[in-house]
């Protein structure tokens, strides 16, 4: 029987910073999610495991303000977002939080500097301030090196961590990660679990990765795991 998400330690809903309740999302016939129910506090490492076509991507982009679902309720930072209108809503996702997705969607004809810079531009960042976050989140996931680089140049675990800084460079409050180890080897799936876990301990960012790595969940705070798009705590 599955344990109750409050006995295995998951933050009361006052206390988190993402709370989602009895979400559900279908696309025609077909139900992706029933009654998705979760929290999540500042500077948790939440991981969610499961099988392929489980519901895990809609669901992370649900919490993303991506999508909206069908019913339910969904709280970021304090705001109910079903009350949001579209631009409020972007507004808010822009600053607060940060995607790393299982492919990385750079431009490939912008360098590495450039492309840091992107997520930046809605939020009218001025140049010279925009350039000293680039900077920071380089360094601070160590391609500080490759910032002059076209994506096509580096490696898959600098890309890894190219990503990485993207999500960073708005200073979001959530980080949310869609198999971010999926295409990296076992030496760079150790580096960019360390980088994350680094990054949550030392900003207080609270983390949401979807994942089929046991490493990566072995790691977590708290596992859920999805099945035919419902949750329950391993």
């Known amino acids: 029987m599955a344990k109750s998400m409050l006995a295995m330690g998951?933050?009361?809903?006052?206390?988190?910073?993402?709370?989602?309740?009895?979400?559900?999302?279908s696309y025609g016939s077909t139900r992706i999610l029933s009654d998705a129910t979760l929290s999540v506090a500042p500077g948790e490492f939440l991981a969610i495991v499961g099988p392929s076509g489980s519901g895990k991507s809609t669901l992370l982009h649900i919490l993303g303000c991506v999508e909206r679902p069908d019913a339910g309720d969904l709280t970021l930072n304090g705001q109910d977002l079903r009350r949001l209108r579209p631009a409020a809503l972007a507004n808010l996702r822009n600053r607060t939080l940060g995607f790393v997705f299982q492919f990385f969607y750079f431009e490939p004809h912008l360098t590495v500097a450039k492309n840091l810079e992107v997520p930046l531009m809605p939020l009218r960042v001025p140049p010279r301030d925009r350039q000293t976050r680039v900077r920071a989140a380089a360094e601070?996931?160590?391609?500080?090196?490759?910032?002059?680089?076209?994506p096509a140049t580096l490696s898959g675990g600098q890309l890894q961590r190219a990503a990485i800084a993207r999500a960073l460079i708005n200073r979001p409050k959530i980080l949310l990660a869609d198999e971010p180890t999926g295409n990296l080897d076992r030496a760079n799936t150790e580096h960019i679990l360390d980088l994350l876990l680094r990054?949550?301990?030392?900003?207080?960012?609270a983390l949401i990765v979807v994942t089929h790595d046991e490493q990566v969940a072995a790691r977590a705070d708290r596992v859920l795991h999805m099945s035919d798009g419902r949750l329950t705590v391993c």
């Open 199 to 205: 990054i949550k301990r030392e900003q207080h960012t």
């Open 140 to 150: 601070l996931v160590g391609i500080a090196d490759q910032l002059r680089q076209k």
């Open 10 to 25: 998951a933050p009361n809903s006052l206390d988190a910073i993402l709370s989602a309740n009895k979400l559900a999302k």
